[in-house]
């Protein structure tokens, strides 16, 4: 499952959800960059700020995935972010031996 969002100034962010972990992809005008994130480290419950959403870590440190609010449209972002959600949840029950 992936999501693409893009902006005039800040380039392209694509979030490709697999098995076990988020995989980004950001490409501005001047620079990329690529990043994995284990969802098993992921809090499921993403904090809204301004027009962004964020998922931080377990232990509450900066957000390690944030998304433009409901782009490319409302759909889209918002079944991505439930997919993520309710990855992150069983991948952390993995983790700690509830599943």
Excluded: W
Excluded at 16 to 29: A, C, M, N, Y
Excluded at 34 to 60: C, G, M, Q, W, Y
Excluded at 63 to 78: D, I, T, W
């Amino acid at each position: 499952m992936k999501l693409i969002q893009k902006s005039l100034l800040k380039g392209t962010r694509e979030f490709e959800l697999l098995d076990d972990e988020v995989r980004v992809r950001i490409k501005s005008p001047f620079k990329s960059k690529e990043l994995s994130v284990p969802l098993a480290i992921l809090n499921p419950e993403p904090e809204i700020t301004d027009s962004h959403l964020h998922f931080h870590s377990r232990v509450k440190c900066g957000p390690l995935l944030s998304l433009y609010l409901n782009k490319p449209n409302e759909k889209e972002f918002n079944a991505f972010v439930d997919a993520v959600k309710e990855r992150a949840l069983k991948e952390f029950n993995v983790f700690a031996g509830m599943e």
